[in-house]
């Protein structure tokens, strides 16, 4: 039977909407189980109905299909989405009100510049989508990685690794080894969708200035050597199109091998700006270290915006509800972001070009400052 005419049947049946049954059938048919709200229960969908029912209506969900750990569900079920204090990895971090490490960072800041990141979200965007079931977007995976390390191999000590998937498209981690294991992490997704998985998705906003962006700041701490205190790590998801799935993955890793995570500081979008100023976001995230993030992008950007996404909006959702301490930060709030969101209109000519600056530069700041939690 196929797959449509099966969630046709699924659909009529009185379990349709329920978190467990029919889930062999409905797995078995290729359908995912997505929540797009606390109290949702889950619903089960198609890939495509991801994008055109969800995806394109700007509503937020998560894919919870092969979600098994329950402390992790509950949190995805609480109504800011936080897990129990006890879960959280770095409950012990206080973190500071001002900025300490200006000097040095300014000292980077110097070397910030858009001319490799025009280079790399050429190339991006010039993939017909960067869809992570497609064959695009598993070349733009092996394109990212090249680049990544060939932009790392500045230092040595920096190691680039594939974190692989059940579909071809990988997450891709960059680690600069600190004197404590502790972690401090930076991420933005690289697929895109442009409507359907068929269709065009330059994905240059979202969220080609996002990886461009953590890619730059990438460049001048390799260049520069920068030896951190705590370890830093550079994160571009796989999958967050299709319900945040990489980053998802990710986290559960990082929780089951009991990763101390001091800091996730995710971006999605950063390059369509009409107020010049940073967005950051206060829904889903942990107070603190969003209250921190704002100290430094406003000690190195100056004045700051802030909004709220809802639900599942972006990867920091999947940091938090694995337990780990995780900030949001945009290039607008939403009723000025770029128009252009998940659709082949998304292209390389409609990013301003000083906010991707701006947010390279804070990125690299908050690295830096962050590196002496």
């Known amino acids: 039977m196929r797959a449509s ?31 797009t709200s606390p109290e949702d229960k889950g619903t089960w969908v198609t890939e495509e109905q991801k994008i055109t029912q969800y995806r394109n209506k700007r509503i937020g969900f998560v894919d919870i299909t092969d979600i098994t750990d329950a402390s992790v569900l509950t949190a995805l079920s609480n109504p800011d989405g936080a897990p129990a204090k006890s879960d959280f990895s770095a409950q012990a971090v206080t973190y500071p009100t001002t900025v300490s490490h200006q000097t040095q960072v300014n000292s980077l800041l110097s070397q910030v510049s858009t001319t490799n990141p025009k280079s790399w979200l050429l190339t991006l965007t010039n993939f017909y989508n960067r869809y992570y079931k497609s064959t695009y977007g598993t070349q733009a995976g092996t394109w990212l990685y090249d680049t990544i390390v060939s932009v790392a191999s500045a230092n040595s000590a920096i190691t680039v690794t594939k974190f692989t998937h059940s579909w071809n498209q990988p997450s891709i981690i960059a680690k600069i080894p600190g004197t404590s294991s502790n972690l401090v992490i930076v991420s ?186």
């Open 188 to 373: 933005a997704h690289y697929d895109s969708t442009g409507g359907s998985s068929t269709a065009r998705g330059p994905g240059a906003d979202d969220n080609g200035s996002g990886v461009v962006v953590i890619l730059e700041a990438l460049r001048v701490l390799a260049n520069a050597k920068f030896a951190p205190k705590d370890t830093l790590e550079f994160h571009f998801y796989s999958a967050e199109e299709g319900g945040l799935l990489g980053s998802a993955a990710v986290f559960s890793s990082y929780r089951s091998a009991g990763k101390s995570v001091y800091a996730v500081m995710n971006q999605d979008m950063a390059g369509y700006s009409p107020s010049g100023k940073i967005s950051i976001y206060t829904d889903y995230v942990d107070t603190s270290l969003t209250a921190y993030t704002r100290v430094i992008a406003t000690a190195y950007t100056g004045a700051t915006t802030s909004d709220k996404c809802g639900y599942g909006c972006s990867d920091h959702a999947s940091a938090r509800s694995n337990g780990f301490p995780a900030a949001y930060v945009c290039d607008e709030p939403m009723d000025t972001a770029t128009p252009y969101l998940h659709s082949s209109n998304d292209a390389y000519s409609t990013i301003m070009w000083d906010a991707v600056l701006r947010h390279a530069k804070f990125t690299t700041a908050f690295l830096v400052e962050a590196s002496y939690l």
């Open 5 to 35: 005419a099966l969630f046709t049947l699924l659909a009529s049946s009185a379990g349709f909407v329920a978190a467990v049954p029919p889930a062999g059938a409905a797995k078995a048919a290729g359908l995912r189980l997505i929540k």
